[in-house]
């Protein structure tokens, strides 16, 4: 199975980019846009030089426990910059969001809970609700989070859309927005494994 495959298979499909989509984007982006991949994982993002954003991280359900995770995420973290990502909301139908959620807490992630992330998937025409996550080595606002998930949206996940896809994604101002009012931390209730 390659790469593609075993990501089209764990992601939805409202959260996948095309096959063709990515190849351009390392092809045509390189300076940018990243695929670290082994036997057991495989790990797509885009990297500036002021932040991180993790596009998919995958790694197989046979080889998780054994800290191929942990040690990606340290990986990225040793380039001092801050590290962005987008999860799905917590589905109490679905495990396996809690156990991402859980993943992240531990790997020392925060909610970034005043920005809302609401893009309509190409692919199935509805409204994909989204969190975002980030990681940082120093102090890092939520409106420089917004800024840089901004610009991720805009040269990551809109590139080409109309020749990809057939169709454009909705503007960046219209998915991504400062919430209105006081939002719950997704992570807040996620309750840490005992030792």
Not at 14 to 21: A, G, V
Not at 37 to 53: C, K, Q, R, S, W
Not at 145 to 161: A, F, G, P, Q, V
């Amino acid at each position: 199975m390659n790469w593609y495959e075993k990501l089209n298979q764990y992601f939805p499909i409202e959260e996948m980019k095309s096959k063709e989509h990515m190849e351009h984007l390392l092809k045509e982006k390189p300076e940018l846009y990243h695929k670290d991949e082994g036997p057991h994982h495989v790990l797509m993002y885009a990297e500036t030089n002021d932040f991180i954003f993790i596009d998919y991280l995958w790694v197989s359900a046979e080889s998780r426990g054994q800290g191929i995770g942990h040690k990606l995420i340290e990986k990225l973290k040793a380039k001092g910059k801050p590290i962005i990502l987008e999860v799905e909301p917590l589905d109490y139908t679905d495990s396996d969001t809690k156990k991402r959620l859980k993943f992240y807490k531990r790997e020392g992630f925060q909610h970034a809970s005043s920005i809302g992330y609401r893009r309509k998937s190409l692919a199935t025409n509805k409204v994909n609700p989204m969190e975002i996550l980030y990681w940082s080595p120093e102090e890092e606002t939520e409106e420089s989070i917004l800024k840089k998930m901004k610009r991720t949206y805009e040269e990551i996940h809109t590139y080409k859309d109309k020749e990809f896809y057939g169709k454009s994604y909705q503007d960046a101002d219209e998915v991504l927005t400062i919430r209105d009012g006081e939002e719950d931390n997704i992570l807040k209730d996620i309750n840490q494994p005992g030792p």
